[in-house]
């Protein structure tokens, strides 16, 4: 077509000099190009129009949880929340429900996936979120790298030799959010032989852990808070292998000089079926176990030191066996809130779990407050109204 | 003016273009006389017809050919050779599954495994036997994948972002909640018949979210009950047209106080189904082949009778 314009001849005339049977003059083919030109334009315009606007999301204003109880929180789960403004209408929700805390996962493998090169992006925008909404983030690590585990091992899998590895990103971590985040938690239920990559449960070696992390930590912020343990209530039998009591493994982790190494206590707190108030026994997994976990810290001389409930509730699934009626759910929660605004050793109480952002399909999903769809569930009614007096 | 009339007139046109071959072409538009059913076939589309020929061909011979055995899977091996069927399992989800503290296992999956290995001794000559191994629900998955079982019976619900790891078999049972009226309404098939009555759920239960949602819609008056019981006996006792509730609180008080009946299909699909390994085709399909002969043949509907009481499924 080209050729034909800078000839300025005739439809068909080609290179050659050969033509075509019928003339037409020059200006039809600036017509032509015209009208293409035009379509092309309305095209674009069409496609201007009818492509969907990106999602604008801003930060906002600072806000100010209102809360009657402080020690009220929940752990979220945006680890794998990819759109932005679902994790700011959770946080947004969360605050609304009138809890100033908030428990949150940051694993390891998805932030430093090749050794030594940190991606921040997720994590940024969901402890910035947290902030712009004045919440206090408290950070779960764990989750190992591919690069740092043997192949087909699970991710709760680390071996003794990565430790420092382990507290290479500690170190990372702490000082990327240094001002941020004052609350780190060194691993999960390192009690149970699934969180422990499938071997035996081993607390002289998480305290080795510990101590790896805890030192990497403070190196990067002498004020940073390193929570140990979030280990698992369970009424395993000593010399179980699937995992050991969180009793025992919190008087080995001392045993084993964890007492240095950490500034706080991470506890589970669940209550199964029983009632909040119900009270606490070596044979009883509820929620004033968590006094079972204090008298072991205060028997090891750490009275001093804080803790906080960093997981924890009730599950309202219709046939599991450990849990309860919605009703009951409720209820539950609201005393358990109420009973850790007394504690004088406990700084907060963040339960299990606000929302996923996929439905888990398990029991699990009955451990929320909200759908993935942001339906609040009664129970996230029914704790907005306790926090609000 | 016929279509053949039309073809052969802009024929005609084309043969005195291309200047005195118009006698040529006619002798070879025999292509042109040619008809498959009402279209023509014409100069140019032989090719064509040969190339769709070859491709249905091929279709017809991939899809209806005999094709030969495949070999089966290392796992379904070795559960004949040895002769046992293990099992992941966490035994804390009754009816399906639940321990008595003694290791006795009972259940609808405990009735539906035996009804595996039953089979599966029967058509091999051999004899399989079951074997268990307890894990919480939450590592079923990981224990899977690494081979510490054969597949996951634990009331496990199908998760469709787990089927890029493991090979989930056919449905045996929908657990989603239904639409639950008295004995005696005749007019309620589904849930749109309730419009601007009276519906009853267990506050906070999958049907209270359920019927939250419609509730914008149809306009009828919501109680939430404490328990589904309550619901339900709100029920006989007039005082709400349909309960949403699953199908177990369902069954409690349809075999103990009776008067209430289900209506309609689940609300929500909330299918139970097997997880195996991606690498273990013949025992999926063995599992499939037994789900789907108790369908056929009424062990399925007996095992829901007694575990799930006259489930009504």
Request: glycine share 8%; proline share 7%; aromatic share 12%.
């Amino acid at each position: 077509m080209n050729g034909l314009i800078r000839k300025g001849g005739r439809v068909g005339e080609r290179e050659s000099g050969r033509c075509s049977v019928s003339p037409s003059p020059p200006l039809l083919s600036l017509s032509l190009v015209f009208n293409a030109i035009k379509l092309f334009a309305l095209l674009v315009i069409i496609y201007w129009l009818a492509a969907p606007p990106p999602i604008l999301v801003t930060w906002g204003p600072q806000q100010v949880v209102r809360a009657a109880n402080p020690k009220v929180g929940v752990h979220t789960r945006l680890t794998d929340e990819v759109e932005e403004w679902k994790i700011k209408k959770t946080l947004e929700m969360v605050r609304e429900m009138g809890a100033p805390w908030i428990v949150e996962y940051f694993p390891w493998g998805y932030i430093e996936s090749d050794e030594g090169q940190y991606d921040w992006s997720h994590a940024d925008l969901v402890v910035d979120h947290a902030r712009r909404q004045g919440l206090t983030v408290i950070a779960r690590l764990g989750f190992v790298p591919n690069w740092a585990r043997p192949k087909d091992s699970v991710t709760s899998y680390l071996d003794e030799s990565r430790y420092p590895h382990f507290a290479n990103f500690m170190r990372a971590f702490v000082t990327h959010f240094k001002g941020r985040v004052q609350y780190v938690v060194v691993w999960n239920e390192p009690n149970l032989n699934f969180e422990w990559g499938y071997r035996p449960v081993d607390p002289a070696g998480y305290t080795r852990l510990l101590q790896a992390a805890y030192l990497a930590a403070k190196q990067a912020d002498p004020t940073v808070q390193i929570l140990a343990g979030a280990l698992a209530p369970t009424l395993a039998p000593t010399g179980a292998t699937d995992a050991m009591s969180d009793l025992e493994y919190l008087q080995k982790m001392y045993d084993a000089g964890a007492r240095d190494f950490f500034d706080a206590l991470a506890i589970h707190a669940y209550g199964w079926k029983s009632p909040a108030d119900e009270p606490p026994a070596l044979d009883r997994v509820n929620f004033r176990r968590s006094e079972l976990l204090r008298e072991i810290m205060v028997r090891n001389g750490d009275a001093a030191k804080r803790a906080l409930i960093t997981e924890g509730g009730w599950n309202d699934h219709p046939r599991w066996t450990k849990a309860v009626h919605p009703a009951e759910r409720i209820q539950h929660t609201l005393r358990a809130y109420e009973i850790a605004s007394r504690w004088e050793w406990l700084d907060a109480c963040a339960l299990w779990a606000f929302r996923y952002p996929f439905p888990a399909q398990t029991y699990q999903d009955y451990f929320t407050f909200v759908t993935p769809d942001f339906d609040p569930k009664p129970i996230y009614w029914e704790v907005q109204k306790y926090a609000a007096h | 003016m016929p279509r053949t009339s039309q073809r052969s007139t802009a024929a005609g046109r084309k043969s005195q273009v291309a200047g005195g071959r118009s006698q040529a072409t006619n002798r070879r538009s025999w292509f042109a006389r040619l008809r498959l059913g009402t279209w023509d076939l014409r100069p140019g589309t032989l090719p064509v017809v040969i190339v769709v020929a070859v491709a249905l061909a091929y279709l017809a011979y991939t899809t209806f050919a005999p094709k030969p055995p495949p070999q089966p899977d290392a796992t379904w091996t070795r559960i004949l050779e040895e002769g046992v069927f293990r099992i992941g399992i966490d035994p804390s989800f009754p009816p399906f599954e639940s321990d008595d503290g003694k290791g006795n296992l009972s259940g609808l999956d405990i009735a539906l495994a035996d009804e595996f290995v039953r089979d599966w001794s029967n058509a091999n000559a051999g004899s399989v036997r079951v074997e268990y191994v307890y894990t919480g629900f939450d590592g079923l998955y990981d224990a899977l994948k690494a081979g510490q079982f054969d597949a996951i019976i634990s009331a496990l619900p199908y998760d469709p972002k787990k089927t890029e790891d493991v090979r989930f078999s056919h449905s045996y049972f929908n657990g989603g909640p239904l639409i639950v009226v008295r004995e005696s309404d005749a007019t309620t098939k589904s849930y749109y018949d309730l419009e601007g009555r009276r519906v009853g759920v267990e506050l906070g239960s999958t049907g209270d979210i359920f019927a939250r949602k419609w509730q914008r819609r149809l306009k009828y008056d919501l109680s939430e009950f404490n328990t589904p019981t309550d619901a339900l006996r709100a029920l006989r006792l007039g005082q709400v047209d349909g309960v949403f509730t699953d199908i177990i609180a369902y069954n409690e008080i349809a075999r103990v106080e009776g008067g209430v009946k289900t209506v309609g299909k689940p609300l929500i699909n909330e299918l139970t189904v097997i997880a195996v390994r991606k690498d273990t085709p013949t025992l999926l399909a063995q599992i499939n082949g037994v789900i789907d002969a108790m369908n056929g043949d009424g062990r399925m509907e007996r095992l829901w009778g007694q575990w799930l009481v006259g489930s009504g499924q």
